[in-house]
Structure formats: C-alpha cells, structure tokens
C-alpha cells in the first residue's frame, strides 16, 4: 500500500515505523519500491521525492517468531531543502536505514550526517547502514567508491548492521527488510539475541547474518 498519509495518522495501524534517509538520488524511492511492489521503475526517469512519501507492507516472519509484522515506511527526500521538514518523519522511528550509494564516495558522509540527527533526537531508533545500487559495483568492481573499510567503521562506531542492496535486482532488499522485522520481534520480547542484531555484518543475506550472529553469541 502507499499513500500521501500524514506522520500521525499513518502511525496507528503499523508495528514497526521504518524511516529511510539519506543524501539525494541515492535510492531511497528505489528501495522503497522495489519491498513494497517488487518492481523497478526505469533508471531514465528518476524523480527526486518532494517531502516524503509512505507505504505499509505485512511481513511474515519464519520460525521460531512466526509471527506477522506491519512495517510503516516513510521515504524521505535527499535534498538539503528538505532537511528540516525530514525531522518530522524520523520522529518517533523504530528503526532507520541510512542510505548510501557504493558508487558515490560523498553520499556516506550524509549518511554520517542523519545518525548524528539520530543520536541527538532519537536515541533509541535502531539503525542500519544500506549501500544501494550494489549492481553496478558488482557489475564493475571499480565503480565502487565507498570505502568498505570506512563504511565498517562507521557502522562499529554506530552498533548497526551493514546491507548491501540492489533494488535494480532485488538482491538483499527482502532481506533486509525482514531483519529490521525479526529485530523488532525479537527486541519487543525482551530475547536479548535483539542486542546481538545489532552487531556488524556485510551481510549477502539474511542466513548469513543470522549464522554469524550465532557464532557471535556462542549459541
Ligand atoms: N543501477 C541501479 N540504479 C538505481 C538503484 N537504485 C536506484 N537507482 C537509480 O538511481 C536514481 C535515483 O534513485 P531514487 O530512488 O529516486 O533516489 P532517492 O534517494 O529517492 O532520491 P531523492 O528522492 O532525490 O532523495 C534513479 O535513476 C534510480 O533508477 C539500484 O539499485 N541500481
Ligand atoms: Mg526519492
């Protein structure tokens, strides 16, 4: 479902409220389209968002939770315009996901720039760090221009997971999508493998993560 819902009234039916932030063109609306409707709107006819745009999806969750989540997503707009009216749209977030795209080297600095936002306003909202358009990198290995190493430190720094998405291929979209769900589950039972979702992983997919977050917790 998508919508021109306000921060309030979109609220009130969903689990989970997800924000997407991050410097312009990136491809926050990318990602946010292709977990919502599993499609990919043509490269030639980007347009930037104007304010935010929102869209809900039910999530259902594997064992042992098998339980289903509603995750509220807001996708915000990249443009520095645009700053002070995002604000309005993390407020109140469970989990953020702070976008950059591997081929652009200035886009993890705004990334840098909304966790700070975060840390100052909302304390307690989870983060995850997404490198989008993970398709051209893998495409040619040389157009990526974000520092692996930088982008690992930054999340060390900040105790959030690493995903690398293509929403061009679909590649780890689900997946992560599907760990900010199970961490939310697993933080709102009080299971204190929660803290351990919060450990840092580059992470192909979501089996992966999880066996590493075994291995990490020793269970
Ligand atoms: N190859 C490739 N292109 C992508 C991917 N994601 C987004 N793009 C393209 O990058 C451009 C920007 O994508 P958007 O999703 O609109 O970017 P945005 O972050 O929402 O930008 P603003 O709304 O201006 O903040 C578009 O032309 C997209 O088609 C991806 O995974 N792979
Ligand atoms: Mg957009």
Not at 183 to 192: A, H, I, L, M, T
Request: hydrophobic share 40%.
């Amino acid at each position: 479902m998508t919508s021109a819902a306000t921060p309030d009234s979109a609220a009130a039916s969903v689990d989970i409220k997800v924000v997407l932030l991050g410097q312009r063109y990136v491809g926050k609306t990318a990602l946010m389209e292709r977990f919502l409707h599993d499609r990919f709107l043509s490269a030639d006819g980007y347009l930037t968002t104007i304010g935010a745009a929102y869209g809900s999806k039910r999530l259902m969750l594997q064992a042992p939770s098998n339980r289903s989540v509603v995750l509220g997503v807001w996708d915000t707009a990249g443009g520095e315009e645009y700053h002070s009216l995002t604000r309005i749209y993390y407020r109140g977030s469970r989990a953020a996901v702070l976008c950059y795209d591997v081929t652009t080297a200035d886009s993890l600095e705004r990334a840098k720039f909304w966790a700070g936002e975060l840390a100052k306003h909302e304390p307690d909202c989870r983060v995850y760090l997404c490198g989008c358009k993970l398709d051209l990198a893998t495409e040619d290995p040389a157009a990526r221009t974000v520092s692996p190493a930088a982008v690992k430190k930054f999340a060390n720094d900040l105790g959030a997971s690493i995903f690398e998405t293509s929403s061009k291929t679909g590649e780890n979209v689900a997946e992560l999508f599907a760990a900010i769900a199970q961490d939310f589950v697993r933080g709102s039972s009080g299971d204190s493998a929660a803290e351990a979702s919060g450990t840092v992983s580059l992470s192909r997919n979501a089996n992966q993560q999880q066996q590493q977050q075994k291995k990490q917790c020793g269970c």
